[in-house]
């Protein structure tokens, strides 16, 4: 069974910066399409950015994030990245790992049924 199992969330202050990470045992970031999305408490899951398979890989951003957030993966050792610059309090949400399934659009990537998700990890930040 593929386990997402994300990492690096944490608080920080408007401004700042994080690392998150997603691992996973298998080679499953080698095979599907992957990415990040956030849920705010009261708002509905929304897109950060997802990354094809590639080797050069067709990268996509929410319009929210572009410029301040890079998504990268390392296929030797099955890490999906995403560093977040220039955090602003919007940014406070819990974020998932999401491999496979779904569809993309070249815009947007909609999770489908069979969409594998990690468990979360939760940024904070403060004005």
């Known amino acids: 069974q593929v386990q997402l199992v994300e990492s690096g969330g944490g608080s920080v202050q408007a401004g700042g910066s994080l690392k998150l990470s997603c691992t996973t045992s298998?080679?499953?970031?080698?095979?599907?399409?992957a990415g990040w999305f956030r849920q705010a408490p009261g708002k509905e899951r929304e897109m950060v950015s997802t990354i094809s398979v590639s080797r050069l890989p067709d990268i996509n951003y929410a319009d929210s994030v572009k410029g301040r957030f890079t998504i990268s993966r390392d296929y030797a050792k099955n890490i999906l990245t995403l560093q977040m610059n220039s955090l602003k309090v919007e940014d406070k949400a819990k974020y998932y790992c999401?491999?496979?399934?779904?569809?993309?659009?070249?815009?947007?990537?909609?999770?489908?049924?069979?969409?594998?998700w990690g468990q979360g990890t939760q940024v904070s930040v403060s004005s």
């Open positions: 999401a491999a496979c399934d779904g569809r993309y659009d070249g815009s947007f990537f909609y999770p489908g049924d069979s969409t594998y």
């Open positions: 298998g080679n499953i970031f080698r095979s599907c399409r």
